[in-house]
């Protein structure tokens, strides 16, 4: 099908995009998690709050009752430490309290050192790939039964420009995203025949966030696009305009 990425960039959500639709989002609590989360509810989903900041989380629960948005609900959860057990049991605890799942954006995501290959940490380069690559695979896979019985699914895999192009001296981060971007078209086509879930991935570009200030220490944030100003590809993405695209990464932006 032809793909208009300029129509993804500036997608005007109509308010009840994702109406009466259960949408998981991780690292919710902070940066671009916390804010398609919100924007999600305010289409009308249900969102399911996954991060390992608990304080966090309530802020943006609480956030989204006072904007009108369904309760949503909180699933505390460290993924540097989480084992295959907890991931199953999430899976059985969704299922039992609200009977579906209509989409996945994994928006939770380790930075890691920035430092030669040479000097890297061995433990530091296992936590990331826990985090960025192992976490959604295994989250992916023990939800994958409840979301086949979804009538339009969406998984949403967040990459970056160092996961389709290696950078020196961004080690874990930029193999993990590398592995991402694989894991999509992966997935998309196991699932393309079989199933109405449809995989994508999207690379935000340069984002104001926490993580982004980390890694740019010099950078002014006043000169960075906010998440809200990416909003419209994660929302064009998880709605059912979205029907037939699979296996694609788009970058949220032009430039």
């Known amino acids: ?3 208009n990425i300029e129509t993804m960039r500036h997608y005007q959500a109509p308010n009840n995009l994702l109406a009466e ?7 919710a609590s902070d940066g671009i998690g916390r804010v398609a989360a919100k924007t999600y509810a305010q289409l009308g989903a249900t969102v399911l709050l996954l ?6 989380l309530e802020a943006v629960y609480d956030e989204i009752e006072a904007a009108g948005g369904a ?9 540097s430490a989480a084992i295959a057990a907890e ?5 059985i605890n969704i ?5 579906r799942l209509d989409g996945i954006l994994h928006c939770a995501a ?7 290959l040479e000097m890297y940490n061995p433990d530091t380069w296992d936590e990331v790939m826990k985090v960025n690559l192992r976490a959604p695979f295994m989250l992916t896979q023990q939800l994958l039964p409840l979301l086949k019985k979804a009538p339009d699914a969406s998984i949403i895999f967040m990459s970056s420009s160092v996961g389709r ?3 020196a001296f961004w080690g874990a981060y930029a193999v993990s995203k590398a592995g991402i971007e694989n894991l999509t078209i992966l997935l998309a086509e196991e699932l393309a025949a079989t199933s109405n879930i449809r995989v994508n991935c999207i690379n935000p570009q340069a984002t104001r966030t926490t993580m982004r200030a980390k890694a740019y220490p010099a950078e002014d944030p006043v000169n960075v696009p906010t998440a809200e100003q990416i909003m419209p590809m994660f929302s064009y993405l998880m709605g059912a305009e979205s029907k037939g695209i699979t296996g694609q990464s788009f970058d949220a932006r032009d430039k």
Do not use: Y
Request: a neutral charge; proline letters at 7%.
């Open 165 to 167: 192009q290696a950078r």
């Open 110 to 116: 380790m930075l890691g050192d920035i430092t030669p």
């Open 21 to 27: 639709r259960v949408i998981l989002v991780t690292g």
């Open 87 to 91: 991931f199953e049991q999430l899976a």
């Open 1 to 3: 099908m032809n793909i």
């Open 71 to 79: 309760q949503p609900a909180i699933i505390p959860l460290n993924f």
């Open 95 to 99: 299922e039992q309290e609200f009977g």
């Open 51 to 56: 991060g390992r900041d608990l304080k966090k």
